[in-house]
């Protein structure tokens, strides 16, 4: 499968996935799992749908250099590498930079520097955009937030976002399938740039000029807190408000709630997907999320984790029912069951829906 990338970057990949439910008029809320497995792929957006999946923070230095060092360079990704590869690409948070001159960092240490081998290692796992609106791309300065960019990009990997700016950096288009996707990216962490107002515009005037299904990345929120704060909640309802149709949340380093507002999901954090913060049970559970992207629906499939070691793997069984009840007890009420159990359908044009549409009961 071929894409055409817009703009300053190049990519993307392979297979799509379920969903979509006929032409009758459905409202929010009331799709389930099964009915999304009986109508799986009846209606495609172009050839086919487009999947992607959203994981969270991935830092390849420290203690994860370490492991890769001794156990080989792809040991992070071998237990969750197949399933990277089911989706037509995988987008993450990249936490910290490539510099110029690589030095390992030391146990203990929050300076992170990644080997210039990150970008094939993305590569090869399918990881085809990154976030670099983050608290630690600058670790190194601009020069190792360049260089970063620079690595990526030959690579084929999308780049959006910087970690001290709100500016045109932040929006990376692309289009694949027939489906235009602009990556937008921001960071509120560290980064007195961020202006709540420039992210709108620049959410509304992307939406306005490219026509295009919008996924924010933004890095937000407090460290280590499993449920968002009002200021996340704030900041991501006026990036719905403005155009943004998915939103993706980093840096609490823990799975935070997720809601659906005016008709768009949003995840307030997905956790870690790959570090080496071992001195917790949450620090060790990530949330990876399979968006596809039909004609007329939104599938969202929830794929919850447990690393070990930096090795994350895919929950089975009882493990994976269990996390998904307590995920779905702190999430938004009107979409509990569905929650529960992992799949969530939307329309894709909500106010197409009709008046009756659900919307999030969250303040």
Not at 63 to 81: C, H, M, S, T
């Amino acid at each position: 499968m071929k894409s055409t990338i817009i703009g300053t970057s190049v990519l993307f990949v392979l297979i799509g996935v379920l969903t979509w439910f006929g032409n009758s008029q459905i409202q929010q809320g009331d799709f389930d799992l099964m009915y999304a497995q009986e109508f799986a792929g009846s209606i495609h957006r172009g050839t086919e749908p487009l999947t992607i999946i959203s994981v969270g923070d991935i830092m390849l230095g420290r203690n994860v250099e370490v492991l890769r060092q001794k156990n080989g360079d792809d040991y992070p990704f071998l237990k969750i590498a197949d399933f990277f590869k089911s989706a037509d690409m995988v987008t993450a948070n990249l936490e910290g930079p490539i510099p110029l001159v690589h030095m390992q960092t030391p146990s203990g240490s929050t300076r992170f520097s990644f080997q210039d081998s990150a970008p094939a290692l993305l590569q090869e796992n399918n990881i085809k955009m990154v976030s670099l609106a983050n608290n630690h791309t600058f670790d190194y300065g601009e020069s190792g937030y360049d260089n970063t960019a620079s690595l990526l990009g030959k690579d084929s990997i999308l780049v959006s976002g910087h970690p001290k700016s709100v500016d045109n950096r932040a929006v990376a288009t692309a289009e694949i399938n027939g489906e235009k996707i602009s990556f937008i990216s921001f960071n509120t962490i560290y980064n007195p740039a961020f202006d709540l107002a420039k992210a709108v515009s620049i959410v509304s005037d992307t939406k306005s000029r490219e026509q295009s299904t919008i996924i924010i990345n933004i890095h937000w929120g407090i460290e280590y807190a499993t449920t968002s704060s009002k200021m996340q909640k704030d900041i991501g309802h006026a990036l719905v408000d403005a155009g943004a149709d998915i939103i993706i949340g980093s840096h609490p380093h823990v799975v935070e709630e997720m809601e659906i507002y005016k008709g768009k999901p949003i995840f307030y954090s997905l956790g870690n997907a790959v570090f080496d913060q071992y001195f917790s049970t949450e620090t060790q559970h990530g949330l990876a999320v399979e968006t596809t992207l039909a004609k007329k629906s939104i599938a969202l499939h929830l794929f919850p984790f447990l690393s070990n070691k930096s090795q994350p793997e895919v929950l089975q069984g009882t493990d994976r029912s269990d996390w998904l009840t307590d995920f779905a007890a702190k999430s938004d009420p009107v979409y509990q069951s569905q929650i529960e159990k992992g799949a969530i359908v939307l329309p894709r044009f909500p106010n197409e829906v009709g008046t009756n549409a659900s919307t999030s009961t969250s303040n």
